[in-house]
């Protein structure tokens, strides 16, 4: 066998495929208010959640558990009237510094603006 029929092999392999993931890219939500909603594993919460808040719903990580991202903004007071609102609809919501939560999608299924 010639060395050149040998290095021929490689040549011939067929291009790598585009990863599935190309598209996903977990983020950090940067500076500001997360308020994230305990969803238990129970994806449709996601279209109650877009009912109170009137704007699409994402998906996060926070201290290696999967929350929903209800909002984020930079002002306290409104992070705080949506965690309330939330809560007096019976959603477990809390408000934490969106600097450590990761963004895995901005819009989860259904909730799309």
Do not use: C, K, M
């Amino acid at each position: 066998p010639t060395p050149a029929a040998n290095e021929a092999a490689p040549v011939a392999t067929a291009p790598t495929p585009p990863s599935s993931a190309q598209g996903y890219n977990p983020q950090p939500l940067g500076e500001g208010y997360a308020v994230l909603v305990n969803y238990f594993n129970r994806p449709e919460v996601a279209a109650d959640v877009r009912q109170v808040t009137a704007q699409a719903v994402g998906l996060v990580s926070y201290e290696q558990s999967p929350f929903l991202l209800a909002a984020h903004t930079s002002d306290s007071a409104a992070a705080t009237a949506v965690s309330q609102a939330l809560t007096q609809r019976g959603f477990t919501a809390i408000v934490v510094d969106s600097r450590r939560a990761i963004l895995l999608t901005p819009f989860v299924a259904g909730t799309e603006e």
